[in-house]
């Protein structure tokens, strides 16, 4: 008698998330094979029948255990979670038969991780999507990598299985790196552990929120596109059709740029001032900014400039750069701005073109006792020394400051742009909006001694943005009220050439436009 062997699909961990169809493939085998974990989703299904579990590490046992019990004419279910097609047993057992194998074969479809998560999230996936599997088990890394950068490039949403094991802690970072590179920062995202099992976490998070977390083999991270939405705790990613140009959901359209220009990467005031004076001086100059309000003031600080303001991927502004041949990249971002940095001295190098660090000096002083090397750091002693804890570090880095062990315990005060997203983004991190600040920087120390003693603030953490950047009054305002004042070094890059000042900054694209009249 010809065998029959059914590869089942039993979802993601809910009873109720089995399709009919796997149902009657189980009832109608006699003999079952799995892992043992998904038994506990079908016992109802399988009382009384021949039951085999390797372990979970040998799943092509499994597949030869069971193709060879349906040689043997029994009727066989091989079970796998989720969708048995979708990095799962399907394709082990098609692998190991034989062409002249007389068995049946019937592949019954589930819910994928990637569903399943999906629909916890809300609507991530309505439109092209990808999924990308972490394990580099069966896959080289190399390959890994090359994928996640083509789907990043062509800003797919997509789905990570596989996120991070014991023996694989660093890959799903260097993934999430690939994808900054190409995918805006702000793009939402969200993290599953455990879809519809017992210790179900579902949370939301920004794209450049994410590698500051910690994962594991049972999370699954989905990530959107530029389209992708909040609304009422949930992400939906809408179906776009005609609507591909709404500037109120994409990053700005590219305007007239003009040639031969020197780009000065802005985000703080002293990358405005020089912009400034480059124009005047009779350079063309095109400042890029990351959001339309630093747009906004460029327009107003620089006059004579042109400014592309808005969150540009990677290979946008290496397109926009080749089409309007850059003469010169000057990187005037927040000293903590480590991703963009990278990015431009990247894109400086596979272009050749000249780059320039502009970087305002440190406001740390030998005085200032309290300096760490990082948010984590200064986290943890926040938390083991404040109670009314005051975060002037900026909206990027609140998470850390929040999930860090014994957070939930402590009152949190932030102050942040008023930017209606950096807004957003503390109250879904849990700050209560009767703790925000939301302004325009620098403060004086006057300003911000008022606001620290009128919210009783026992500590206060800040980043080192140097003088201009206000750090100075800060520190002189917590000295003022006898607070602690725990400020993060500026993380070190090896740039290829710097200038401190205004001065040398001016004085070198001055050079550069000398030896490029020579050539």
Known sequence: ????????????????????????????????????????????????KEIHTPP????????????????????????????IGIYAMAALAFDEMKEDDDYQVNVIPGVTSANACASLLGSPLSHDFATLSLSNLLCPWEWIENRARHIAQADLACVLYNVQSAGRQEGVYRILKLMLEAKAPHTLCGVVKNAY?????????????????????????????????????????????????????????EPMLPSQAVWVFAGTSDGNALAKQLAAQGHEVVVSTATEYGGELALQDCPGVTVWAGRQGVEARKQALLRHEARALVDATHPYATLMSQQLMGLSQSLDIPYLRYERPSGIAAADAQVYDSMEEAAVQAIAGGERIFLATGSKDIAAFLQAPGADRKQWFVRVTAEPEFIQRAIDLGIPRSRICAMQGPFSQGFNEALWRDWNIDCVVTKDSGDVGGYRAKADAAKALNIPLLTVRRPALDYPLQAGNLDEALAQVER????SKRA
């Open 197 to 253: 099992r017992p210790g179900q976490e579902v949370s939301i998070h920004r794209l450049d929120e994410l590698p500051s977390l910690q994962f594991d083999m049972l999370t699954s991270i989905v990530i959107g596109n530029r389209f992708t939405q909040r609304k009422r705790g949930y992400i939906f990613t809408p179906r776009g059709y005609n609507d591909w140009h709404d500037e109120s959901k994409v990053v700005a359209e």
């Open 56 to 83: 979970l590490t040998q799943e092509r046992e499994r597949a030869l255990l069971a193709i060879d019990k349906a040689r043997n004419g029994e009727k066989v279910a091989l079970i796998s979670s989720g969708d």
């Open 1 to 48: 008698m010809s065998g029959v062997l059914n590869l089942v699909s039993v979802g993601p961990g809910f009873g109720d998330l089995i399709v009919p169809r796997a149902i009657a493939a189980l009832r109608d085998s006699n003999v079952i094979v799995a892992y043992e974990l998904y038994l506990r989703w079908i016992s109802s299904h399988i009382e009384g």
């Open 512 to 515: 550069w436009q000398k030896e």
